[in-house]
């Protein structure tokens, strides 16, 4: 199955290993810039949070943790994992729809990665659902 | 880039519009059947919950969304979209890392649907990181 890149983010994390564990730090800024085809997926954007998903182009290909062989990657977020897709929940703290900039709070990614989607978080869709 | 399945779940939905909006009910029941050869991924598995990662591979590529036109599918959690990657978590009733097999509840894929990936939940590898 072939995964097309929408667009790329831009974080201060040269590596994974140097980002923030998901979840404890909310401060580290980034910017996802979406490929001119996908802007127009932007459409509507105002949400106060979205879920980043990406791909970890530099991350290893394992199926068993290398500080626990005993557990397998099913059991962990990390992205070395047979196929490196992430999913990082992150704020926003500023969309340009037309210019395809989403400015990013808690991000995790390695600098220049992949980004593969943007989705609604679970919270927003159901509000979304509730009032259609 | 190239995205391969781990294995394939098996659901009561025949498509996605047959299922349930995510996080409105918990009863759907279905069993994510691992390939052999990313079995080993499962070792050590003890999760109560579980992020699936699929691939709606019959939805559509989409960039606003049907109902609504003036919004983009990036706010949105449909299965329709350029990259069909959904990410649903899931309660886990049983595994058999054997067997590779996981009974989960709250499913919302389409019967068949290729999985790409199953990752902990961010509670849980938040309680991993705290305890190592």
């Known amino acids: 199955m072939q995964c097309d890149p929408i667009g790329t983010v831009h ?5 994974t290993s ?3 564990r998901q979840g404890f730090h ?9 490929d001119p085809a996908y802007r127009e997926g932007l459409s509507g954007f105002d949400a106060d949070r ?3 998903v ?3 182009d530099r991350a290893d290909d394992i199926l ?17 994992r047979p196929n490196p897709i992430c999913v990082t929940e992150c704020s926003v703290r ?3 729809p037309t210019a395809g900039r989403v400015r990013l ?13 943007l989705k609604a978080t679970l919270d927003d869709q159901c509000w979304a659902a509730d009032s259609t």
């Open 64 to 80: 068993t943790l290398d500080r626990d062989p005993d557990r397998g990657v099913f059991t962990s977020r990390s992205p070395a």
């Open 50 to 52: 979205v879920v980043v």
């Open 105 to 117: 709070g808690g991000v995790d990614m390695a600098d220049g990665s992949p980004v593969v989607d």
């Open 18 to 20: 140097d980002a923030p």
């Open 11 to 15: 974080t201060p994390f040269e590596t």
């Open 54 to 56: 990406w791909w970890a």
């Open 94 to 96: 500023s969309v340009d």
């Open 26 to 34: 909310d401060d580290a800024e980034g910017v996802v810039e979406i």
